[in-house]
C-alpha cells in the first residue's frame, strides 16, 4: 500500500488516485521517462494498477487478475520477450517436430484440428485423437457405434471435425457419428444419411453439426436437455460442394451452402435463400466469418471476358461488398474465419498464394509457392503458411515478401492450422487404394509410403526442454519386434 497521499505535480500538490488517473493515459515508454524525473513520480509510475492495464491492453495474461502477480512490469516483459523468441523460432525453424503416426497399414482420409487436439479417420473406420498440447502421443481411438447389422468392415471415413468441445466424423455408408470431447470414447449421438455425404460442417463453438447429402442439407443440435435432435432440413436443387456454419450467432443456426454455381444462405426463418448465382460460374472454395462469406467462382475468360475472382458477401444484407482478384487459375481455398481483421488469405492452382485487404480489390502481395497448385492456406499479422499439391509446406514472412523455410512431404497437404506456439500440417493421399496393398482386413503392408502423415512442429520456448526431444530419440529401445516396415529400433543409446 503506497504511502504517498499528494503527488508534485509541476506546481499544484495533487491526491495520488487524481495523479494515478492521468497516467493512465502514457504508454510504456512515457512512463519509464516519468519514472526518472522524482522519486514519488518513480512509485506513481511503476504503479501495479498501471502496469496491468498496459500487460491487458496488449494482449497478456488476459484470465488474470490484478492479484495473481506481485509485479506487472515484470509480467509484461517477460511475456514481450517470449514473443520475441516464439518469432525468432519460426523464422528460425528452432524447435521440436513429431509424426503423428498411426502404424497399422490403412490410408489417411482426413484430418482436422482445434487449438492443438488433432483427430484424423483412417480407411480402416477408425477416428482417433491426439492432444499435442501434452506431448502425449498414444492416440486414443473414438469408438464407432455399432448398429445390429454392422458385423463386417466397418467403412472408411469420409470427413472428421473437431471443435473446443465435440468430435464429428461422417463415413462412407452415410453414417454420421458425434463425440463428447468430455465423456470419454463412446458416440454421444448417431444419424444417417440414405447416401454418401458430399460435406460435413461443425460449428466453431457450440453443438451444431450441418451434413450434406444428396439434395438434403441436415442441421443437428441438442436441446435444452441434451437431447439431439434434426433442428433444420433443406432441400436444395444442386449437389453441395462446400459446406460451413456461420460462427457466433444467437438463435437457431446460419449455414452457408455452395452447390456448383449457386450459394446458398440456410437460415430457418428463410430456408431457400440464394446468396449468389451466376449460371456457368462453379464455386471452387468457401470461407465465412461471423458477418461475411468469401468464395472463389470459376468463370470462363475467353467467353465473358471475365477472370477468376474472390468474392465477398455481407451475411446479413446479402450484399456483394468486393469482387478481388483476376486471376486465369481457379481460386482453391481460401481463408476469411482465421485471418487478421479486414484480411483474407487464398490459394490458386496458378501456384500463388495471394494476400488481400478487405477495403481494396488488388492483392496486396502475392507469393509464387507451389508447383502443383496451392491446397491449404493460413495467415496471422505477420506470417503466412501455405501447403501445396506437390506436398511442399512454406512459411512466409508477409511484410518482407520472402520464404522463411519449407518442409516436403509425398502427399498433397489438405490441412493447415496453426497457433502463436504451434503448427499441424496433414499430407493425405488422393489414392486411398494404392496398388499393391491387399484387401485382408488384417493385413498389415500397406507401405508407409501410401499412408498420409500428421506433423505436429512445437516452437514454444516453453516446450523445448527435455521432454520435447523427438518421440524417436525419448524411446527406451527396449522394443525388439517389429513387423513390415515399421522395425522397432533395438540399440541400447544412452538416455538423451
Known sequence: QNEINEVPFFDIQLPYELALKIFQYLDKTELGRCAQVSRTWKVLAEDEVLWYRLCQQEGYLLDTSISDRSCWKLALKNCRARERTLKTNWKNRIGAVSQLQYELGKILCDVHSCDGVVIAGYTSGEVRLWDTRTWDYTAPILEPMHGPGDAGPQPHVSFVRINSSLAVAAYEDGTVSVWSLMFG?????????????????????????????????????????????????????????????????????????????????????????????????????????????????????????????????????????????????????????????????????????????????ESLCSFYAHQLGVSAVQMDDWKIVSGGEEGLVCVWDQRMGTKLWEMHARHPVRHVWFNSHSLITANIPDDKTPRGASIADDDLTAHRKHRGIIYAYEFSVDQLAVESVLPVCRSSYDEVTGYNYNIGLAVPYDDI
Not at 247 to 258: K, N, Y
Not at 266 to 274: C, I, Q, R, T, Y
Open 185 to 361: 470414447r463412446e458416440p454421444i449421438h448417431r444419424y444417417q444419411h440414405n447416401q454418401r455425404i458430399q460435406a460435413l460442417a461443425l460449428g466453431s463453438e457450440g453443438a451444431t453439426v450441418a451434413t450434406a447429402s444428396g439434395f438434403e442439407v441436415k442441421v443437428e443440435s441438442p436441446d435444452d436437455r441434451g437431447f439431439w435432435q434434426t433442428t433444420q432440413t433443406f432441400e436444395i436443387q444442386k449437389l453441395v460442394n462446400f459446406l460451413n456454419l456461420v460462427p457466433d450467432v444467437t438463435g437457431s443456426p446460419v449455414t452457408v451452402a455452395a452447390a456448383e454455381d449457386v450459394v446458398y444462405l440456410l437460415k430457418a426463418e428463410d430456408p431457400g435463400k440464394v446468396l449468389h448465382s451466376v449460371y456457368g460460374q462453379p464455386v471452387t472454395c468457401l470461407d465465412v466469418s461471423a458477418h461475411e462469406a468469401a468464395f472463389g467462382v470459376k468463370t470462363f475468360g475467353w467467353l465473358l471476358n471475365e477472370p477468376n475472382q474472390i468474392l465477398l458477401y455481407n451475411l446479413e444484407t446479402s450484399q456483394c461488398l468486393k469482387k478481388m482478384g483476376s486471376s486465369m487459375g481457379d481460386f482453391t481455398c481460401v481463408n476469411l474465419q482465421n485471418s487478421p481483421p479486414n484480411m483474407l488469405v487464398t490459394g490458386n492452382k496458378d501456384r500463388r498464394v495471394r494476400v488481400f485487404d478487405l477495403r481494396k480489390s
